[in-house]
């Protein structure tokens, strides 16, 4: 089997989908860049704050980097689009700079994997 192939891959119907982009989200939750990286595309064009960082190979040592500081780190993902090998091609991210107090935040998972009974971004309602 092709390693490029992370299945269920395209055509995806809406549970598969939906478990697509739980897996995507498990990846990020785990902080293993090595693993997120591999979730996209090999020429992934990405776009975060003052960041762009093109290819895998830059991926991985834009999120090490972003890890170290960003230790309460947390993130919730829902359906996206994908490549017909199942893969992420490009991220946009807008993201505030300014710390959150723990007051403010509303993740509040243990780091790691979301809980399955733990709402989703359109729930919360953002």
């Not at 959150?100 to 979301?114: T, V």
Request: without cysteine; neutral net charge; glycine residues 4%.
């Amino acid at each position: 089997m092709n390693p490029e192939l992370r299945p269920p891959l395209p055509p995806f119907s809406r549970e598969t989908a939906a478990q697509k982009v739980r897996m995507a989200e498990d990846g990020w939750n785990s902080r293993d860049p090595q693993r997120v990286a591999l979730a996209y595309t090999p020429d992934t064009i990405w776009r975060n704050r003052d960041q762009f960082p093109r290819g895998r190979e830059q991926v991985i040592e834009f999120l090490t980097r972003k890890w170290e500081r960003e230790v309460e780190y947390r993130l919730i993902k829902e359906l996206w689009a994908f490549d017909a090998q199942g893969l992420m091609h490009r991220r946009f991210a807008s993201i505030n700079d300014l710390a959150i107090a723990e007051s403010e935040r509303i993740f509040h998972w243990p780091q790691g994997r979301r809980p399955d009974n733990h709402p989703s971004l359109s729930e919360l309602g953002l």
